[in-house]
T-cell receptor, first 114, second 117 residues
Framework: DVKVTQSSRYLVKRTGEKVFLECVQD?????MFWYRQDPGLGLRLIYF???????EKGDIPEGYSVSREKKERFSLILESASTNQTSMYLC?????????????FGPGTRLTVT | AQTVTQSQPEMSVQEAETVTLSCTYD???????LFWYKQPPSRQMILVIR??????QNATENRFSVNFQKAAKSFSLKISDSQLGDAAMYFC??????????????FGKGTLLTVNP
């Protein structure tokens, strides 16, 4: 069974802390994605990676960085957390290829920055 | 850049009735893919249905079907015989054809569907 897991369902951090969100997939997918979901704004792409050690900025990369040292793991890093980064963070993965491959999503991490 | 618009923030339907969710998109590309995803309350996002732009035939998955109008850049989702389990946030998404940067999805803002018993 296809699975994308995220390290925490709920996380509370203080302003200025460095925050790591981890995502692991067991499907040998080449592509991995980090989205942010906010009410009324839908899902917005932060960063994605279409190969190990390859990364590309999405629509809202400011304040975030990513790391992908192994194919199955994609980490989102908030260098210095701020209250406007309080949100739901979703990780996803997909196969590569010019086909309409679906993205498989993790359960999400609800991050609160106080 | 492509944009996806879902003009209905909320919709409701009676159990066993049919409902249609709207989605329009803006693109200058001729080859692309379109998706509908479902996010039930406190549960993971899952794929409902997908459509390849070069295929004229509308995709169907059991009670879910789409009305794909390429010229109008419209991609609506029809849910027939609605069930309580269909209650969820529904997102329309666009992906360019090709590889590399084209694997990313552009999502609409979502439509919250309520199913009334």
């Amino acid at each position: 069974d296809v699975k994308v897991t995220q390290s925490s369902r709920y996380l509370v951090k203080r302003t200025g802390e460095k925050v790591f969100l981890e995502c692991v997939q067991d499907m040998d997918h080449e592509n991995m994605f980090w989205y942010r979901q906010d009410p009324g704004l839908g899902l917005r792409l932060i960063y994605f990676s279409y190969d190990v050690k390859m990364k590309e900025k999405g629509d809202i990369p400011e304040g975030y960085s990513v790391s992908r040292e192994k194919k199955e793991r994609f980490s989102l890093i908030l260098e210095s957390a701020s209250t406007n980064q309080t949100s739901m963070y979703l990780c996803a993965s997909s196969l590569s290829g010019d086909r309409p491959y679906e993205q498989y999503f993790g359960p999400g991490t609800r991050l609160t920055v106080t | 850049a492509q944009t996806v618009t879902q003009s209905q923030p909320e919709m409701s339907v009676q159990e066993a009735e049919t409902v249609t969710l709207s989605c329009t998109y803006d693109t200058s590309e001729s080859d692309y893919y379109l998706f509908w995803y479902k996010q039930p309350p406190s549960r993971q996002m899952i794929l409902v249905i997908r459509q390849e732009a070069y295929k004229q035939q509308n995709a169907t998955e059991n009670r879910f079907s789409v009305n794909f109008q390429k010229a109008a850049k419209s991609f609506s989702l029809k849910i027939s015989d609605s069930q309580l389990g269909d209650a969820a946030m529904y997102f329309c998404a666009y992906r360019s054809a090709g590889g590399g940067s084209n694997y990313k999805l552009t999502f609409g803002k979502g439509t919250l569907l309520t199913v009334n018993p």
